[in-house]
């Protein structure tokens, strides 16, 4: 899939305001995520406010370019939905990826900033939306008109892959 | 993206072979997904042996379709390779969804066979694999042609999204 091997991490983005049917869209995305069980342990909050996404970016030391993007994403965990137990952050991961990819395909640039597992910045954002007991911040995903264009950074690396046995490399 | 929303989990398939370029491509699917600090902390066993799916079908008790699938691919965390630690959790989970992407868009049937955070399914793997300390048993996608229909269980929910402020419903 052609999207998948073209997402980049996009840092630096133009200020063109994002459509409101390309924000559902990557919702739409994130919410055809499997989730353990089908749980759907997920919840958005969208924000564009530049004050808000100013407080955002102080989450962690790689958070700055929530400043900058003109919508921001926060992926959080509703651990009251749970079915299978402990399952929220795997659940929000697939659906993060899945965000970024229709982002791609809809020719927004995008980047993963990782909260979760970091008490540090779950607590900082929990606190910013006053969030309750139950809810908590996973990733932010910002998104935007890319302004840079960084080279490839995935590839195939045969020496991860074993073949029956752990460690047997080639097929 | 139409892959996005037409992925189904699939548990049912026919014996029909995999073909080794759509096992490497699915396989590179995953290592071009995104993961902190690009640490990419992941490793894969690619199972076709009957008998060792077998085992690894009774890793828990949702890991059936283990059995019956014509490839299992075992996606597992290299902690020994974090830059940024305890995140290969996160990292593995965006992988997986990329392979199951990838797998729909060439036309496979595929199922995340959930492993991690689940110690007891995480320590049979590791047993039977006898896996090194530092590779974390983390999923198992099972991949063959599909041998079901299911229905969509993937849907935009309004009620998931808030706007700005958590709790504050609609654009």
Same mark, same amino acid.
């Given at each position: 899939? @052609?999207?998948? /091997? *073209?997402?980049?991490?996009?840092?630096?983005?133009?200020?063109?305001?994002?459509?409101? &049917? @390309?924000? $559902?869209?990557?919702?739409?995305?994130?919410?055809?995520?499997? *989730?353990?069980?089908?749980? /759907?342990?997920?919840? #958005?909050? =969208? +924000?564009?406010?530049? !004050?808000?996404? &100013?407080?955002?970016?102080?989450?962690?030391? %790689? *958070? /700055?370019?929530?400043?900058?993007?003109? +919508?921001?994403?926060?992926?959080?965990?509703?651990?009251?939905?749970? !079915?299978?137990?402990? %399952?929220?952050? =795997?659940?929000?991961?697939?659906? !993060?990826?899945?965000?970024?990819?229709?982002?791609?395909?809809?020719?927004?640039? *995008? =980047?993963?900033?990782? +909260?979760?597992?970091?008490?540090? /910045?779950? &607590?900082?954002?929990?606190?910013?939306?006053?969030?309750? $007991?139950?809810?908590?911040? #996973?990733?932010?995903?910002?998104?935007?008109?890319?302004?840079?264009?960084?080279?490839?950074?995935? #590839?195939?690396?045969?020496?991860?892959?074993?073949? &029956? $046995?752990?460690?047997?490399?080639?097929?």
């Amino acid at each position: 899939m @052609d999207i998948i /091997r *073209s997402r980049r991490s996009i840092r630096r983005f133009l200020p063109d305001e994002v459509k409101q &049917e @390309d924000i $559902e869209g990557i919702l739409e995305a994130a919410m055809f995520a499997p *989730s353990a069980g089908n749980q /759907r342990p997920w919840e #958005f909050i =969208v +924000v564009k406010n530049e !004050t808000r996404r &100013e407080q955002m970016s102080k989450a962690g030391p %790689y *958070s /700055r370019p929530a400043a900058k993007a003109p +919508v921001v994403i926060l992926i959080c965990g509703d651990s009251s939905r749970e !079915t299978h137990k402990n %399952y929220w952050p =795997v659940d929000c991961s697939a659906a !993060t990826e899945n965000m970024l990819l229709e982002a791609t395909a809809r020719n927004l640039g *995008s =980047v993963w900033l990782g +909260v979760y597992p970091r008490q540090e /910045r779950m &607590e900082y954002l929990s606190h910013l939306f006053q969030l309750p $007991e139950h809810i908590h911040p #996973f990733a932010m995903v910002c998104i935007g008109y890319a302004n840079e264009k960084p080279a490839a950074r995935g #590839f195939y690396d045969p020496s991860r892959v074993s073949w &029956e $046995e752990f460690g047997k490399k080639k097929a």
